[in-house]
């Protein structure tokens, strides 16, 4: 039996996008678990939906980040952002032992999406257990802007959904908006509207890809997730988990 789980990664993505990935969502009552960048009233929206909709963080490490300089910085920022968040997919897919440990003594987040194993058929949870704590593990192994970059890309649900058990997707909403299949429209669209976050709706329709692309593969899992009781979300796992123990 296929579980789909739809995960998106926000990456400061303007709010329209947001809002459309959500409508999208909604529409077809799928639930999906959100990693959140940064505070913006479309990020408020997503709150009112805890029917369909959990927030998570998605911590950026990487230099430069704006969430902060250190470690610690960055996830006291995180946690600021979703102060009940319980999973995370770091930005960039960071991470290391010295990190998650961090995160383990300083959060109340127990269970990580992080791990992408690309297209493998088949992905279990996993205990990741560190001195007497116990985080859940959750690989992925679906990603829009990693299918890509692959040799022969294929934006389709039955490629992307091939295997069996649970299939745990990874979209951004700026890439299901521009229903990209190659960075070419966000490259377009971040040199014409600035800055991105505030871009409209109208500015960044011309952008929008027409084969197919992640928006074909996001609305496809959306509508079959829906037909399936709304799917699962990375903390109704967590919470599986969690009560079995
Ligand atoms: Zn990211």
Not at 50 to 66: K, T
Not at 68 to 84: A, F, H, I, Q, S
Not at 145 to 170: H, N, Q, T
Request: include cysteine; charge should be negative; hydrophobic fraction near 40%.
């Amino acid at each position: 039996m296929i579980r789909p789980v739809i995960t998106l990664d926000i990456d400061w993505a303007p709010d329209v996008a947001i809002d459309f990935a959500a409508d999208l969502l909604a529409t077809a009552g799928a639930k999906a678990t959100w990693f959140v960048t940064h505070a913006s009233p479309a990020v408020d929206r997503l709150r009112q939906r805890p029917d369909l909709f959990e927030l998570g963080i998605h911590p950026n490490f990487l230099p430069r980040s704006s969430h902060g300089t250190t470690p610690e910085e960055v996830l006291d920022y995180c946690m600021k952002l979703v102060p009940d968040a319980v999973s995370m997919r770091t930005h960039s897919l960071v991470q290391s032992t010295p990190l998650l440990a961090t995160v383990l003594a300083r959060t109340p987040v127990r269970c990580d999406a992080t791990m992408l194993l690309s297209h493998a058929k088949r992905t279990e949870p996993f205990e990741y257990q560190w001195g007497g704590t116990t985080m859940l593990r959750v690989p992925y192994h679906w990603e829009d802007d990693i299918e890509m970059i692959r040799d022969v890309p294929k934006f389709s649900l039955d490629d992307a959904i091939a295997g069996e058990g649970l299939r745990v997707f990874d979209f951004h909403p700026i890439h299901v908006f521009l229903n990209s299949a190659d960075m070419k429209p966000y490259e377009g669209l971040k040199s014409a509207v600035k800055p991105l976050n505030e871009a409209t709706l109208e500015a960044m329709q011309p952008f929008v890809y027409n084969g197919a692309g992640s928006r074909t593969v996001f609305e496809a899992l959306a509508k079959y997730a829906g037909a399936h009781g709304g799917g699962e979300r990375i903390g109704d796992i967590y919470n599986a988990w969690k009560a079995g123990r």
